[in-house]
């Protein structure tokens, strides 16, 4: 019990209670990402091997429901980003074409004639077999925000991490989700700015406001800089509160 109301007061206290939340964990190698979900999760600073596989942590307590998903920074890890944002797909087909259908990834029987189908990346495939159905099938985004984590103190690879960021802004299956980009590693001396970070992520027309800011009617992506330090339990927490508001 003391369990739970514990965990239930770090989800609330991030704004994250009874939200069914999946956020991706992404940056460069080293920016903080998996120091920053073991903080999350059981609020101890452990120190880390480079991360090879992805890995996600599922906390499920009572109505409590956030995934996250930690996705190595490191030049082959990245690759595999897009598998965990590309557009899933849900719809329902009739059961005889079934056998048609042996790329989806996850068929649920729904009753006897119909099933729900989950499928991720395989848009291609979807668009060819629906000329030979009449099922509707609609894209959903798979996620529901960003967390981009960068080292604030490593300036000589600020380019390389506004690289990275960039094609994820600019990456269609993506349009719509928040980002929360977290400047990490304030603690040592010398890190860059908000300023600084803002500037050299090129970001300067792109921050949509910290607070309370209403985007719903304006198409624009919430995106906002957070500076913080993991390892002093400081700033993230501002960060996460501020992209729940538009978690839906
Ligand atoms: N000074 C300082 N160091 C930090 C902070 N957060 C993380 N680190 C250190 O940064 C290093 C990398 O942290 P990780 O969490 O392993 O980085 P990562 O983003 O998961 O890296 P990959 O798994 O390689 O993608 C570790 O030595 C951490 O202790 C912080 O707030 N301040
Ligand atoms: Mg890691």
């Excluded at 190698?29 to 999760?41: F, I, Y």
């Excluded at 042996?102 to 629906?130: N, R, V």
Aim: proline residues 3%.
């Amino acid at each position: 019990m003391f369990l739970v109301d514990w965990f239930y007061g770090v989800l609330a206290s991030l704004g994250l209670w009874q939200k069914e939340a999946k956020i991706l964990f992404l940056g460069l190698d080293n920016a903080g990402k998996t120091t920053l979900l073991h903080m999350l999760k059981d609020e101890r600073l452990v120190q880390h091997q480079p991360t090879q596989y992805p890995t996600s942590e599922e906390l499920s307590i009572g109505k409590i429901k956030f995934k996250a998903f930690d996705l190595g920074g490191h030049q082959i890890a990245r690759r595999v980003w897009k598998d965990y944002y590309a557009k899933a797909y849900v719809g329902l087909v009739p059961c005889l074409t079934r056998s048609n259908w042996s790329w989806a990834k996850h068929i649920q029987p729904l009753d006897k004639t119909l099933f729900i189908l989950y499928i991720g990346c395989k848009e291609t495939a979807i668009q060819m077999d629906i000329k030979q159905s009449c099922w509707a099938i609609t894209g959903l985004c798979a996620v529901d925000a960003v967390v981009y984590l960068v080292d604030a103190y490593d300036k000589e690879r600020f380019a390389e991490s506004k690289k990275e960021l960039d094609a994820l802004l600019s990456d269609d299956a993506l349009a719509n989700v928040p980002f929360l980009i977290l400047g990490n590693k304030i603690d040592i001396p010398y890190a860059a700015s908000e300023d600084e970070l803002r500037y050299h992520l090129g970001l300067n027309n792109f921050t949509t406001g910290k607070g309370k800011v209403n985007l719903v009617d304006s198409n624009v992506r919430p995106l906002e800089i957070f500076m913080c330090s993991i390892v002093r339990k400081m700033g993230y927490g501002e960060g996460f509160k501020w992209v729940s508001q538009y978690i839906k």
